[in-house]
């Protein structure tokens, strides 16, 4: 026999009394069985939530290194800029160092070649006064002056 056979009337139905026991034994256990799915839920919900949370935090951390990744990239690629300006500075330097004492070189030169030049028309004037000092035609005195 089952639990409910003492609750049976003469009809075969159950007493009100045990209908309503019955009733709020089935309400308590869906009580409980809600309070027992809204602490899983909240477990979950907390489980959830410290998930998040930690997500957060490897994602914040992971970005943080990014940004010090691309710092440190920038940072050594301004440095091999300035590195390679520098050196193409020097070589412009360089360069410039070069054309100044090529410039100086080539004003000696021109000058030496004006002396030399002065000195020249001064012998060739020198021999042609000699020349008619001495009375010598000026052609036989000539090749002297320009062999010298």
Do not use: W
């Amino acid at each position: 026999m089952s639990q409910s056979a003492g609750f049976e009337n003469a009809n075969g139905r159950l007493s009100k009394k045990a209908h309503s026991d019955i009733l709020s034994q089935v309400g308590a256990i869906t009580d409980e069985i809600e309070s027992i799915q809204m602490e899983k839920l909240d477990k979950v919900s907390h489980e959830e939530l410290k998930n998040d949370r930690y997500m957060a935090k490897l994602n914040l951390t992971r970005q943080e290194n990014k940004h010090r990744f691309l710092q440190a990239e920038r940072q050594d690629e301004r440095m091999d800029a300035t590195t390679i300006h520098q050196c193409l500075q020097e070589v412009k330097d360089a360069e410039i160092h070069l054309r100044e004492v090529e410039t100086k070189m080539h004003e000696s030169s021109a000058k030496t070649h004006a002396e030399e030049a002065t000195l020249l028309r001064l012998k060739i004037e020198y021999h042609q006064l000699m020349a008619l000092l001495f009375d010598i035609p000026i052609a036989t005195v000539l090749p002297i002056i320009i062999s010298r």
